[in-house]
């Protein structure tokens, strides 16, 4: 790898090709993601579940990527993902998955955050990963919030600050690289800036104490690096340019006040808060002059040769000075010398059973086991009864979006709960049931009696038609005769904030994420096998 000393002897192209971060399609390099690295000396690739096959193919592919560089310029790809754990996983096969966030948040334990941390970027190392864009540092106190939620740890900013500091560490530990994000903070909005571009109008007091507070622990832990918020915050920057594009906030905030010395990654610059106001390449130039040193453009190559070109016509213009790349290019190799030397990316290495090892899983279900939380039980529905028939309605994801993806899995509520129990029915209904598939639903319910009813949710606070549901069905249980009424128990699979729209409900369990190590962990709990020992990491207003 080139020595940080010599960037002095490197043309700008080589320099602007180290400071973008860029996606492409497939599960082997493409003829566009090979010219970016080989004619514009490309620094940096995001993977996304679009690139992931086997864990032999996702190694196979990191070390073609990697002769690629080798060749083009020696220096050595930063190659980054999404591996946020629970709901935000880009791979989720044969690995260890870990929990999500908000489930580390309910067992208020740093050794969790520290442990899913180290094992994930251990398996990610093992397939030729060395970044991740974790952990979430935001502070989720806005229910309404539709783009964070479960990945935050929770509201309490002490709290998400104590976790996050540890997950840092953890991934240090591993040999990859932790992104923070989303800064200054994305947890208190009511608008996803994939799709538009959200404000925070909090006074700077109000930001300093809770926005801030896990940013502050992310430095003094040394985080590598640092994710902006296409958020606008008009404490720091009155002009309504989003915190990736304001000087005020990345260099002003950031680099001055807070004297974070590490790598300011932006967000991609293709998500409609940005694409859809100044555009990509524009974006690109602004946001280096505000202060980022890696720019990241995840999907169109069009979009990513347009944001270097921009980006060197800035400098030629001297709209940006070549002093201040070299300064973002210097931060970016001091993090390559730490984290991309040494990443063993071969099909040996993923086929060697460190990867998705036993001692890996786990730990994953001690945290889940530990997450589980008891928010409602009355009526004695909890635990649920091994010799009553049971109905199960399990939510299932069916379209994906940038929040929810399809998770193909064969694990489900019921069958977690079969284990346990013994006269499980199963229906499945969509995450935004019509009104026929509700009263296909409730038509099936008639057809037999149950004693008790398990209805999973999954975000139903933003979904009419699941609120439907568990309404309609209590309303039908109330009517009923006493004899002929069934307990019901709601079990939230990802925000736990779906009680506040139906509390009426016998038992209620916040279990946030639909992953098979968590349904099975209910399964555990719900049936009596274990203790419930969660504790909510949001306020639930009901």
């Known amino acids: 790898m080139r020595n940080v000393r010599d960037i002095s002897k490197w043309t700008l192209q080589d320099k602007l090709g180290q400071m973008l971060i860029c996606g492409f399609d497939g599960k082997q390099p493409t003829v566009g993601i090979a010219s970016l690295i080989r004619d514009y000396k490309l620094g ?3 993977y996304f579940r679009r690139n992931i096959g086997s864990n032999d193919e996702i190694a196979a592919l990191s070390a073609k990527l990697q002769a690629i560089a ?4 020696n220096v050595p790809l930063t190659i980054a993902v999404d591996q946020e754990g629970g709901m935000v996983a880009r791979i989720d096969g044969d690995v260890a998955l870990m929990p999500g966030n908000m489930a580390i948040g309910a067992t208020e334990n740093e050794k969790y955050a520290y442990e ?3 094992v994930t970027g251990a398996e990610l190392r093992e397939l030729g990963i060395n970044m991740n864009f974790a952990p979430c540092l935001d502070v ?6 539709p783009v964070i939620g479960v990945r935050s740890f929770g509201e309490v900013p002490e709290i998400v600050a104590l976790l996050g500091k540890a997950a840092i560490a953890g991934y240090q530990a591993s040999g990859v690289a932790p992104c923070a994000k989303h800064f200054p903070g994305h947890g208190d909005t009511t608008a996803d800036s994939h799709y538009e571009l959200p404000v925070v109008a909090h006074s700077v007091e109000r930001l300093n104490e809770v926005e801030l507070a896990p940013f502050r622990a992310a430095i003094a832990a040394e985080a590598d690096a640092i994710m902006t918020a296409h958020v606008r915050f008009p404490a720091y920057e009155p002009s309504g340019v989003p915190a990736t594009l304001s000087r005020s906030v990345l260099t002003g905030l950031l680099r001055e006040e807070l004297g974070y010395e590490g790598v300011i990654v932006t967000d991609c610059l293709e998500m409609k808060a940005i694409s859809e106001g100044v555009g990509v390449a524009k974006g690109a130039v602004m946001a280096v002059q505000a202060g980022a040193d890696l720019v990241l453009v995840s999907h169109l190559y069009e979009r990513q040769k347009a944001a270097f070109e921009a980006l060197y016509a800035a400098v030629l213009a001297g709209e940006i000075s070549e002093a201040r790349i070299d300064a973002s290019v210097a931060r970016i190799l001091r993090m390559k010398e730490l984290r991309c030397g040494n990443v063993q990316a071969s099909e040996g290495a993923a086929s060697s059973g460190r990867i998705g090892s036993e001692a890996h899983k786990a730990v994953a279900r001690e945290v889940c086991e530990h997450a589980v939380t008891l928010v409602k039980n009355d009526n004695g529905a909890i635990p649920l009864r091994k010799d009553w028939s049971t109905l199960v309605i399990w939510p299932e994801v069916r379209e994906s979006t940038e929040v929810v993806e399809i998770i193909p899995q064969d694990m489900t509520l019921g069958k977690a709960l079969t284990a346990y129990l013994g006269d499980v029915e199963e229906i499945a209904v969509g995450l935004e049931p019509d009104e026929a598939e509700l009263a296909s639903v409730l038509a099936r319910t ?9 209805i999973g949710t999954y975000n139903a606070s933003f979904s009419p038609g ?12 109330t009517a009923a005769p006493q004899a002929e009424r069934a307990l019901i128990t709601a079990v939230s699979l990802r925000n736990p904030y779906d009680l506040e729209a139906f509390p009426q409900v016998d038992a209620y369990f916040a279990c946030y994420e639909n992953r098979p190590a968590m349904l099975e962990a209910f399964a ?3 049936a009596g096998e274990l203790p419930a020992k969660g504790a909510l990491p949001v306020t639930l207003r009901i």
């Open 44 to 46: 940096g690739i995001v």
């Open 140 to 145: 989720n106190n806005n229910a309404a919030n």
């Open 446 to 454: 008639d057809s037999r009696s149950y004693k008790q009813i398990v």
């Open 524 to 526: 555990k709990v719900a």
């Open 70 to 73: 080798a060749e083009a310029s």
């Open 466 to 477: 699941q609120i439907r549901l568990v309404k309609r069905l209590l309303e039908r249980n």
């Open 116 to 118: 899913t941390a180290r």
